[in-house]
T-cell receptor, first 111, second 110 residues
């Protein structure tokens, strides 16, 4: 099915470990996004990429890096995980009009 | 600072009830307001609103936007247990930027 695919679905990390969350879309969208979702705080934008080769910071970029590998793929990297990064991470693609398509999420726990 | 506030934060109703979910916003610029439904996983798109006073409908769900008063409502009539979800409101002040509210958790009891 067409859409946004995220991997992994679940991950447990120890403080200080690193990891990369992968995201791929097959809808030929130029723009892709990484959000985190925490209880009571809604979805907050970490980074976005308006087109292949460009990335920009969102509301909460500290502690993260991103790579727009090609038009399809946009990865999010945690270089040194902290407990404050425990969250559910969503990748999305598309434009604000008519609305984004979201991946199914990655539940990350940092202990 | 761009801000989206949803109320109530949670709501419990019984099947057949009608519910109204609220979304107010303050943004430096306005392009559109969107409603999403989030069950276990990914948010799924419900409506996009850009013009005041024009109701969007899909089955038992409807939504309307008031750009003068800076709010939107989402109505669900004859609720069913399958309507149980978190409903997210988002405002796009510009392209490639969408600000989300904290969501309203709706629980529909049989």
């Amino acid at each position: 099915n067409a859409g946004v695919t995220q991997t992994p679905k679940f991950q447990v990390l120890k403080t200080g470990q690193s990891m990369t969350l992968q995201c791929a879309q097959d809808m030929n969208h130029n723009s892709m996004y990484w959000y985190r979702q925490d209880p009571g705080m809604g979805l907050r934008l970490i980074y976005y990429s308006a087109s292949e080769g460009t990335t920009d910071k969102g509301e909460v970029p500290n502690g993260y890096n991103v790579s727009r590998l090609n038009k399809r793929e946009f990865s999010l990297r945690l270089e040194s995980a902290a407990p404050s990064q425990t969250s559910v991470y969503f990748c999305a693609s598309g434009r604000s009009s008519p609305g984004y398509t979201f991946g199914s999420g990655t539940r990350l726990t940092v202990v | 600072e761009d801000k989206v506030v949803q109320s109530p934060l949670s709501l419990v109703v019984h099947e057949g009830d009608t519910v109204t979910l609220n979304c107010s916003y303050e943004v430096t610029n306005f392009r559109s307001l969107l409603w999403y439904k989030q069950e276990k996983k990914a948010p799924t798109f419900l409506f996009m609103l850009t013009s005041s006073g024009i109701e969007k409908k899909s089955g038992r769900l409807s939504s309307i936007l008031d750009k003068k008063e800076l709010f939107s409502i989402l109505n669900i009539t004859a609720t069913q247990t399958g309507d149980s979800a978190v409903y997210l409101c988002a405002v796009a002040p510009r392209d490639n930027d969408m600000r989300f509210g904290a969501g309203t958790r709706l629980t529909v009891k049989p």
